[in-house]
C-alpha cells in the first residue's frame, strides 16, 4: 500500500512526513523522501505475548513525499501544471494525503483555495489524458485502423463527461472499479485525505471549529486538523515519554493513528492475522477478499496451491488463551476457497506446491 503526500510549497509536507514516519526531513538534491509507517496493532502485541515468536511484524504504509507545483504556476487553457515527473511518481500511488496550510501569523493563508487548486489540476491532468486517447482512438478508426474495444471507449467517455461536470472520478464508484480504466491509473479515482497543518495553538483545539474556521471540509474530502510540528516532536521522543507530551498538550490521540484509520477507510482495507513461533504478523488486504487471494498476500505459491484455510477469529482464541485450548474447543474452522476472510482471522493456510 502506497500513499503519496502531496501539497503546495510552505504547507509544511516535509514536516508531516517526520511527523508520519519519523524519518528526518533532509532530502538529497534529485532525491525522493521515501518511508514507512508501521500500523499499530494490540492483536499482534497480545499474539506475540502468547507465542513468544522469533519476529513480530506489524502492516506497513509505505509514504512517498511528492511536490506538486505552485497553485499560481502559469498554464495554458484547458491544461494542467502537473509535470510528467510529478506524475509519473504518483500514478501508482494508492491514495493521497493532501497537507495544507491553515496557519499563520497574519491570518491570510487559504487552505480551502489550496485544496481546491489541486484537485482542479488532478482533473485537468486525467483529461488531457482522456483527450489524447481518445482523439487517437479517432484518428485510428479514420484510417481503417482497430480501435480500442467499444466498452472502452464508451467507459472513457463516461469519465470524460463526470469529470467536464465538475466531479472526480472517485465519486462514480461502479465507473471507478471498471477493471478496463484500471490502467490508466487517474489521478481523480484515488482516495484524498486532506491534512490542514494548524498552528501550535490550535494543536488541540476542537478540531471540527477549526476546520469550519478555514473552510474545510472542500468537496466532501476526508479531512482532519492536527500541528504536523508537534507531532513531529511526539515521533523524534521514546515511546514511553510521548504519552506525558501529549497530555501537557492537550492532545488525546497522534495524526498518525488518524491517518492510518482514514487510509485504511478510503481504500476499504482490514488485516488478517498469522501465529506461530517463528512470527506473529499482520497483512493488509482489501475488505472481501477470498481466501485464496488473502493467501496470495503472503506468498503467492501458497495462493496457487491453496486447499484449505484454517480459521479461528481472534476475539474467540484470546478469550480461549492458547492454541491448543481453541482446537479442543473446536473453535478452529476448516474454510474454503469461497471463504470470505474477516478482519481479525487469525488463519493458517494449507496448500499444496
Known sequence: MKVALIGLPQSGKTTMFRAL?????????GALNLGVVKVPDVRVDRLSDIFQPK?????????????????????????????????????????????ARAFDEEGLCEPAVDVDAILGEFVLADLMVLEARLERDSMDRKKGKPGMPNDERDALEKCQALLNDGKRLADDAELCANPLLRSYAFLTGKPVIVVANVAEADAAADRVAVLSRYGLPVAGQPTFACCAQVEAEIQEL???????????????????NVVIREVYKALGLMSFLTSGEDECRAWTI???????????????????????????????????GSEAAAKKAGK??????????????????????
Request: glycine share 8%; hydrophobic share 45%.
Open 21 to 29: 514516519t519519523g524519518a528526518g526531513g533532509h532530502r538529497e538534491k
Open 55 to 99: 519476529k513480530k511484524v506489524y502492516a506497513v504504509i509505505e509514504v512517498v513525499e511528492a511536490n506538486a507545483p505552485h497553485a499560481s504556476a502559469e498554464r495554458k487553457a484547458g491544461q494542467s501544471t502537473l509535470d510528467a515527473a510529478f506524475l509519473n511518481l504518483v500514478k501508482p500511488m494508492d491514495a493521497f494525503l493532501l497537507v
Open 238 to 256: 521514546p515511546e514511553d515519554e510521548r504519552p506525558e507530551f501529549m497530555e501537557a498538550m492537550g492532545i488525546t490521540e497522534p495524526a498518525l
Open 286 to 320: 482489501r475488505k472481501g477478499t477470498p481466501a485464496p487471494q488473502a493467501a496470495g498476500a503472503v506468498h503467492s505459491d501458497i495462493e496457487k496451491g491453496f486447499i484449505r484455510a484454517e480459521v479461528i477469529a481472534y476475539a474467540e482464541f484470546i478469550a480461549l
Open 332 to 353: 478452529y474452522r476448516l474454510e474454503g476457497r469461497d471463504y470470505v476472510v474477516q478482519d481479525g482471522d487469525i488463519v493458517h493456510f494449507r496448500f499444496n506446491i
